[in-house]
């Protein structure tokens, strides 16, 4: 068996790109040669078909071409991907029986080579300025709302702020595909209608689309391999490859590129496998390497440890990192869940960017892109105005503005909003540091020191004086109830209680429920959380939210109870529940 190595020097930004990456760490299997022609290459192998009735346009995205493509995506990298998959679940058992995470020796000679760099912005018109990016689902109206937005980045949100029913993954992609040729328009029901301020792209914000995460399936499409078994297409290749095959081409034609948010990745070897898609899917569209730009999320602990070797691996097609920091707190909870009370976070809302483990997250990711000339990307602030409520707006402007404030200091190069009314907010806050600069890359956080235990050191959280609360624990339930009934009527961004609420989110809420429990916490009244005591909670919630014909509640407090007290810890609540209800 052939294996790659580590290089003791990474190759120089003037290097040609390899066909294949150079591997990075524990050495793996030598992969395939570069790909030929996907026209060629899919002949005799496996195919893709729908297997969901199709609406008006639907025909207008899966092509037969358009289904070749992701055909040849599945048949070189499905086996790839659950590889991938099995090993997260053996690593998430070696943390939970005492194993942590921490700073790999085998890829320090990556780490500690100063010449390499990520390709970033250059060459990738767009993305340059990043100072406020808007965040959302791409159904046509908030495809258009964020378009009119005047943010510089739209995140094009197929993941954690949308609901994967077939017709918002299908429609997503033609709102998309019509946006970006200018045509886009919707109707609601009362007649209003929205359209597009411009319909030259260069004017509107840069679209970065996040596909869904590794770990998800699209049901609707079945995916046959050559050897004639058939499964569920990958969530993450349909919406990948749907989006590029259909507007890569056009996106450069206009002054733009396909661009995207990689979400839920777990270490450098699921980077390593983005790279070879898209080095395999740029060959095969004709486009040259180097064209597509990805941002990845850090929201998961084991990745916070892997930042350098995830640049590493995507250099050639890299633009920066992002904080996720709603996901990589449901992260924390997610990998320590059974290790005990030092482990145990406060309320959710107590959680804030200053607790030391969380800034020694960002730090650290800041101090890693620039040093590698990547972008930093800030977080998203939950809180979201209320036009009928001045000071329900005016608390979530100080909060905004602080918040975004405080990430414009520490060195990064933009970040999120979830609503329209905060771009200028957020803007604001950023133009104070960046004044006529685009970014501040060129800022080297040389200061920033942190090592295994700044990142571990979770129970810093609580030596501040946050608590877990009997308020905290309604507030869960509450807000998980909630969010999973908005999300299984197809509206997965879900303003509750004067926040944005998304897959994340909900996460927290559950999995801070489970860990509760299983840990013998206790509240700032000194009674126990316990399951009995959680159903008397969800009972109470159930009685006081109103009820309609066409609600979802009694499914989603089934699936509540199902993912927050069950004795078991389901990995992601969205898997099971689009097995459940979402993929007939």
């Known amino acids: 068996m052939t294996t790659l190595t580590s290089p003791t020097t990474a190759p120089p930004r003037t290097t040609p790109v390899p066909v294949v990456a150079p591997a990075v760490g524990t050495p793996l299997a030598d992969t395939a040669p570069g790909p030929s022609a996907w026209g060629t290459a899919t002949l005799g192998e496996g195919h893709v078909t729908a297997t969901a009735p199709l609406g008006p346009r639907d025909e207008e995205i899966l092509t037969p071409e358009a289904l070749e493509f992701l055909a040849m995506l599945h048949d070189r990298f499905a086996d790839d991907r659950t590889s991938l998959l099995l090993e997260r679940q053996r690593r998430m058992r070696r943390i939970a029986d005492g194993d942590d995470p921490d700073f790999h020796p085998a890829t320090r000679p990556v780490r500690d080579d100063p010449s390499w760099r990520v390709a970033g912005a250059a060459g990738a018109p767009g993305l340059s300025d990043r100072r406020v990016e808007i965040t959302g689902p791409t159904d046509p109206k908030m495809t258009i709302n964020a378009l009119n937005s005047g943010a510089r980045c739209w995140l094009a949100d197929a993941e954690d702020a949308q609901s994967p029913t077939w017709r918002n993954v299908v429609e997503g992609q033609l709102a998309l595909h019509d946006a970006i040729r200018g045509t886009l328009t919707f109707t609601n029901p009362a007649g209003k209608r929205y359209a597009l301020r411009s319909t030259d792209l260069t004017e509107l914000p840069t679209i970065v689309f996040r596909p869904r995460g590794w770990h998800l399936f699209e049901s609707h499409l079945a995916y046959t391999g050559p050897d004639g078994s058939t499964q569920p297409a990958s969530g993450t290749l349909v919406d990948f490859g749907l989006y590029l095959f259909h507007n890569a081409h056009e996106l450069v034609s206009r002054g733009r590129g396909p661009y995207f948010y990689l979400p839920k990745l777990e270490g450098y070897r699921e980077a390593r496998l983005w790279n070879e898609v898209f080095e395999a899917a740029q060959d095969a569209l004709g486009i040259p390497r180097g064209t597509i730009r990805a941002t990845v999320l850090v929201e998961t602990l084991p990745a916070a440890f892997e930042m350098e070797e995830i640049l590493y691996e995507l250099r050639d097609h890299c633009a920066g990192l992002n904080a996720g920091r709603w996901d990589y707190l449901f992260s924390v909870i997610k990998c320590f869940r059974t290790r005990g009370s030092s482990y145990v976070l406060p309320d959710r809302?107590?959680?804030?960017?200053?607790?030391?483990?969380?800034?020694?997250?960002?730090?650290?990711?800041?101090?890693?892109?620039?040093?590698?000339?990547?972008?930093?990307?800030?977080?998203?602030?939950?809180?979201?105005?209320?036009?009928?409520?001045?000071?329900?707006?005016?608390?979530?402007?100080?909060?905004?503005?602080?918040?975004?404030?405080?990430?414009?200091?520490?060195?990064?190069?933009?970040?999120?909003?979830?609503?329209?009314?905060?771009?200028?907010?957020?803007?604001?806050?950023?133009?104070?540091?960046?004044?006529?600069?685009?970014?501040?890359?060129?800022?080297?956080?040389?200061?920033?020191?942190?090592?295994?235990?700044?990142?571990?050191?979770?129970?810093?959280?609580?030596?501040?004086?946050?608590?877990?609360?009997?308020?905290?624990?309604?507030?869960?339930?509450?807000?998980?109830?909630?969010?999973?009934?908005?999300?299984?009527?197809?509206?997965?961004?879900?303003?509750?209680?004067?926040?944005?609420?998304?897959?994340?989110?909900?996460?927290?809420?559950?999995?801070?429920?489970?860990?509760?429990?299983?840990?013998?916490?206790?509240?700032?009244?000194?009674?126990?959380?316990?399951?009995?005591?959680?159903?008397?909670?969800?009972?109470?919630?159930?009685?006081?939210?109103?009820?309609?014909?066409?609600?979802?509640?009694?499914?989603?407090?089934?699936?509540?109870?199902?993912?927050?007290?069950?004795?078991?810890?389901?990995?992601?609540?969205?898997?099971?529940?689009?097995?459940?209800?979402?993929?007939?």
């Open 349 to 584: 809302g107590q959680v804030t960017m200053t607790a030391p483990f969380m800034r020694a997250y960002t730090e650290l990711l800041v101090a890693t892109c620039h040093r590698r000339g990547a972008h930093a990307i800030g977080g998203m602030s939950a809180f979201i105005p209320d036009r009928r409520s001045p000071e329900v707006t005016e608390r979530a402007v100080e909060q905004v503005w602080a918040d975004k404030t405080r990430e414009a200091a520490a060195g990064f190069d933009g970040t999120w909003v979830a609503h329209p009314d905060l771009v200028e907010v957020a803007r604001g806050a950023f133009d104070e540091v960046l004044g006529e600069r685009d970014h501040q890359v060129d800022r080297l956080r040389d200061d920033v020191e942190v090592g295994q235990a700044d990142l571990l050191d979770v129970a810093s959280a609580r030596r501040s004086g946050a608590t877990v609360t009997a308020a905290g624990l309604r507030t869960n339930v509450s807000v998980g109830v909630r969010y999973i009934e908005s999300w299984l009527r197809g509206v997965g961004a879900a303003a509750i209680d004067h926040l944005m609420e998304d897959a994340a989110t909900a996460e927290i809420s559950r999995s801070q429920v489970w860990q509760w429990v299983a840990s013998g916490t206790t509240t700032e009244d000194g009674l126990p959380i316990t399951r009995v005591r959680c159903e008397a909670v969800l009972r109470d919630v159930l009685r006081g939210l109103p009820r309609s014909s066409g609600d979802r509640f009694d499914d989603a407090v089934a699936l509540f109870r199902e993912v927050a007290l069950g004795e078991e810890f389901p990995p992601f609540l969205t898997t099971g529940a689009y097995a459940r209800y979402l993929a007939g």
